[in-house]
């Protein structure tokens, strides 16, 4: 059974920067996308950014120009820099990996929270 472990978040004020990790345990196959989504009380869950086994990267609009994602294959790790966080970051942010190929799998970390302040 795969596994996600989260680390990284935290209370930072607005302009700030935080930056979550999230490493898998277990076998992934590829092709793959590993990424990050958020939720807040009573919305869905949205994307924030995914990166994929070969490097091309996905960024959800409001977070472009302020967010990096990167990832390490051979360690399956991903990460994501927040820069110029805004109080509108603030959430439970879930780290995704999922079997985008002929075997399809996907998994979800427990999640971490990400609070920003004014």
């Known amino acids: 059974q795969e596994r996600l472990t989260e680390s990284g978040g935290g209370s930072v004020r607005a302009g700030e920067s935080l930056r979550l990790s999230c490493a898998a345990s277990?076998?992934?196959?590829?092709?793959?996308?590993m990424g990050w989504y958020r939720q807040t009380p009573g919305e869905q869950r949205e994307l924030v950014a995914t990166?994929?086994?070969?490097?091309?990267?996905t960024y959800a609009d409001s977070v472009k120009g302020r967010f990096t994602i990167s990832g390490d294959s051979a360690e399956k790790t991903v990460y994501l820099q927040m820069n110029n966080l805004k109080p509108e970051d603030t959430a439970v942010y879930y780290c995704?990996?999922?079997?985008?190929?002929?075997?399809?799998?996907?998994?979800w970390g427990q999640g971490t929270q990400v609070t920003v302040s004014s």
């Open positions: 995704n990996v999922k079997g985008v190929g002929f075997i399809t799998y996907e998994f």
């Open positions: 277990g076998v992934i196959v590829k092709p793959y996308t």
């Open positions: 990166i994929d086994s070969v490097g091309g990267e």
